[in-house]
Structure formats: structure tokens, C-alpha cells
């Protein structure tokens, strides 16, 4: 199933006048090779965090990249009343956008549900 990214353009987009169905399930295609890829790097990255923690660097320089080392950001302990104060603000900012609907700004977008099972 996995197509050459350039041969999709060079032969679907090869005439003026298009066939929907075609580019729709070109499109499906592609989502599909890319929940694969994501579904390998979700895999390997164990693996590659144990990889980059054997060699004991901040930072690797490789001939096709360079991986940098960093620290995420740390979560803060607030107390109570910060926290309730924040769920607050959370729901006095959800009904103003509840009661204001934006005017202007919207595009239209499709969305594609791939209908696969997962293997485990």
C-alpha cells in the first residue's frame, strides 16, 4: 500500500480536471502511512531514550541530525484555593465563549476517521 510520495503527485495531479474520489482516497492513504510511521515512532522511542541515555551527552551530532537533551517543564504544587480559583476562571471563560459566539475567523475543514482496527 505504501506509495512513493512523489509518484502520488506525479499521477494524480498529472491533468487539469481531477477526480474527487481519487484525491479523497489518496488523502485516506496517506493518513494511513502516517498513523503507521506514528505507531513506529511511538514504539522505538523506549529504545531510543535508552539509546541516548547510554552515550551519558547533552547533545548528539550525527550526520542527519542532532538530538539535544532537555528537561521538561515541572509542575507546581498549588494549594486549594489557587486551584478552585483557576476552575473558575476555566468556566467564566467557557460561558463567554458559550455567549459570544465568534462572528468571523471560522474555515471549513474535513475531517477523516480511518476506520482500522488496532493491532496490539
Known amino acids: 500500500m505504501p506509495q512513493d510520495i ?3 503527485f506525479n499521477e494524480n495531479y498529472s491533468t487539469d480536471l481531477l477526480n474527487p474520489t481519487e484525491i479523497i482516497n489518496t488523502m485516506i492513504d496517506l493518513r ?5 510511521l506514528e ?3 511511538q514504539d522505538l522511542q523506549p529504545a531510543f531514550f535508552a539509546a541516548c541515555m547510554a552515550l551519558k551527552t547533552e547533545k548528539i551530532e550525527l550526520e542527519r541530525a542532532i538530538i539535544s537533551r532537555r528537561l521538561t517543564p515541572a509542575q507546581w504544587t498549588y494549594s486549594p484555593l489557587i486551584l ?3 476552575d473558575q476562571i476555566r468556566q467564566l471563560k467557557r460561558q463567554f465563549q458559550l455567549d459570544h459566539e465568534p462572528t468571523g475567523g471560522r474555515d471549513i475543514t474535513w475531517m477523516i476517521k480511518l476506520l482500522l ?3 496490539v
Open 6 to 8: 512523489h509518484n502520488i
Open 84 to 86: 478552585q480559583q483557576q
Open 117 to 119: 482496527a488496532k493491532s
Open 32 to 36: 494511513i502511512q502516517l498513523a503507521e
Open 39 to 41: 505507531q513506529q515512532i
